[in-house]
């Protein structure tokens, strides 16, 4: 398998990619997710319009810091003209890819006209897709979708066809309708029919959650780079697996003490960089606490006290509390079969 793929002269690492999550995959999990190796990060996604009466929060959301590249700046919109001017915005933050969000299936944004909205309009998307391509010059832009609206109008490759024609660089594919939002599974079909449909780099999108399933997606789909959305939560090493597994070479998950180190690593990194006062970080910090703690004896209970966290220092108990837990639940065991 080659290593690399290029996406308008961006070159990228043939491993996994982190997929926009707004309210999520902010800087600092972007970070955290490059330290363990994604190939490419984007932002959250910021409105086309937003961007154009100066929202206080563009400067936030569009600024590429080194750790984070290679990093595509994510746009949503529904009017050509808003996007080809929010672009030309954007170019001042110097992204390496501008993206177009066509896969949203939350109202706000559909009512709107903008995310999966356009899976029903593909003249309006294409549209859309030529006039950021035009305003970003050399910069490549590529489009996010979904297979779909619903179930009976299935429609990614006429889609994709369309954005290659106006100029996309790449397009990602998320194998689910819009209106399964994220329930069900994704359909790998589609992808792999975009895949035998464009000669743009296909991107595919949905339930990859270990190298097992990153794999399946390379294997059943023929796709170019793997997206790994949700699979990432609370867990960066995911792509630290990936690669091991694309290599060939033996992967040691991290221990309990080495996921709670990085998990303070990461609450500090957001308490650190945000200009909120440490308990508002913290706020947000608390969901990202909880996941690191998923999938272990007694996590149930410490998610609870995870979203009650009210400082960085609160955490640090917290986690040395968490790998006393385990760690004595381990030397139960022991004695148990000893
Ligand atoms: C909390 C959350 C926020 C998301 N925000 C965005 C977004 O801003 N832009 C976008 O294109 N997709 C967004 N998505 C969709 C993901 O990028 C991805 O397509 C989806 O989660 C499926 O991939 P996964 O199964 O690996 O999670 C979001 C998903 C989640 C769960």
Redesign the pocket.
């Known amino acids: 398998m080659n290593n690399n793929i290029t996406i308008g002269g961006v070159v990228l690492k043939k491993t996994a990619a982190l997929?926009?999550?707004?309210?999520?995959a902010d800087r600092s999990y972007r970070l955290m997710c490059r330290k363990y190796g994604a190939a490419y990060t984007v932002s959250?996604?910021v409105s086309a319009k937003g961007i154009c009466y100066s929202d206080k929060k563009t400067a936030e959301l569009c600024t590429v810091t080194e750790g984070e590249r290679p990093m595509g700046v994510?746009l949503f919109g529904s009017e050509p003209d808003f996007m080809a001017e929010a672009v030309k915005i954007v170019l001042d933050y110097d992204p390496d890819i501008i993206d177009i969000?066509m896969?949203?299936p939350v109202p706000k944004v559909v009512n709107t006209g903008a995310g999966s909205s356009l899976m029903r309009d593909v003249p309006l998307a294409a549209e859309i897709t030529e006039a950021a391509v035009k305003a970003a010059g050399n910069v490549p832009v590529t489009v996010?979708i979904r297979s779909g609206w619903t179930a009976d109008s299935v429609n990614a490759v006429e889609m994709a066809r369309a954005l290659e024609s106006s100029g996309a660089a790449a397009v990602v594919v998320?194998g689910?309708t819009r209106d399964q939002f994220?329930s069900g599974s994704?359909d790998l079909g589609v992808i792999r029919a975009v895949k035998n449909a464009v000669n743009i780099p296909v991107i595919g999108?949905?339930?990859?959650t270990d190298s097992e399933s990153c794999l399946k997606m390379y294997r059943e789909t023929g796709c170019d780079l793997v997206?790994?959305?949700?699979?990432s939560y609370g867990n960066p090493f995911i792509f630290e697996e990936i690669e091991a597994a694309l290599a060939g070479r033996e992967y040691t998950p991290p221990s309990v003490e080495e996921r709670m180190r990085v998990m303070l690593e990461h609450i500090r990194m957001m308490t650190d960089s945000s200009a909120k006062p440490e308990e508002l970080a913290i706020h947000e910090a608390r969901k990202h606490a909880a996941w690191y703690m998923n999938g272990y004896y007694g996590s149930a209970k410490f998610r609870g006290r995870c979203y009650q966290l009210s400082s960085y220092s609160e955490a640090e108990e917290l986690a040395e509390e968490f790998i006393e837990l385990q760690n004595s639940r381990m030397h139960k065991k022991i004695g148990e079969t000893s």
């Open positions: 997929a926009p999550m707004a309210g999520v959250e996604m994510q969000n896969g949203c996010k998320h689910r994220y994704a999108n949905g339930d990859v997206m790994v959305g949700r699979g």
